[in-house]
């Protein structure tokens, strides 16, 4: 199975680079991981129309999807697991023999209707507001700790 995160913007600060790249790494003894960044078109960001921003966002993110990717939205609105339960949904979408399992973190302003209706689930991290840039380390920590719940491994503690 192959794991996609799909992010708006890149990462600026170098301490989330830093973890974001130390957990892809650990990722690949477990899985196939991918991390794309879309960038929102400056023209629409400089006009600082909201929906303007999250269709032309949204548009993007539409056109890296297949037709056969489960699409997670990380949306502040979604279902919250603990890791345990999180580790479980990703071991389900092993057994089903998902293809691609996409996770998406939106830009600043959320996702555009048409992006909600494209997506299969919604989840959320925390009910506490987070920077995005923190989210995308959170996310892959969170992963990381879903494939040694998964294999028994000792990284998560019960």
Partial sequence: MKITLIQVGKTAQSYLIEGINEYQNRLKHY???????????????????????????????????????????????????????????INN????????????????????????????????LSRLTFSHQMVRLFFTEQLYRAFTIIKGESYHHL
């Fill in 93 to 124: 979408h092993q057994i089903k023999s998902t293809k691609n399992l996409v996770f998406i973190i939106g830009g600043a302003y959320g996702f555009s209707e048409e992006l909600y209706a494209k997506g299969n689930l919604k989840v959320s």
């Fill in 31 to 89: 899985c196939n991981f991918e991390l794309i960044t879309i960038n929102s078109p400056k023209s629409v960001l400089s006009a600082g129309n909201v929906e303007a921003i999250k269709k032309a966002e949204s548009n993007l993110i539409l056109s890296a999807l297949n037709n056969s990717d489960f699409v997670v939205l990380l949306d502040d609105k979604g279902v919250e697991y603990d890791s345990v339960t999180f580790s479980k949904f």
